[in-house]
């Protein structure tokens, strides 16, 4: 998933190279990594969204970026992790430097 989470990525697919079904895989990644694939996945594009708006990216092009079809729905999903919008985080980043 690190290597691949700007793309659409199947859990079915995923667990059947794995060799397992997908209700085994969903079990055996929440025991490995104390999440579902769905919210890890989730939050390695939020994190990367991020490091991209950190680096002056706008939230439109970060959210292709990190593989989101929607603008709106990343900047929902950014909103509700970080408590702030893109925008309104990129600006607070800013001024932290300055």
């Not at 969204?49 to 603008?71: F, I, P, R, T």
């Amino acid at each position: 998933m690190e290597k691949y989470f700007s793309e659409k990525i199947e859990l079915d697919r995923i667990a059947s190279s794995a060799f397992m079904s997908r209700f085994h895989y969903v079990r055996i990644f929440k025991m490995v990594y104390g999440t579902s694939p769905r919210q890890y996945l989730k939050n390695l594009r939020l994190n990367k969204g991020k490091e991209l708006l950190k680096n002056g990216l706008s939230a439109s092009q970060a959210c292709v970026e990190v593989g989101y079809d929607s603008l709106p729905t990343f900047c929902n999903a950014f909103k509700k992790a970080t408590g702030y919008s893109p925008i309104a985080y990129q600006n607070l980043y800013k001024s932290n430097l300055e």
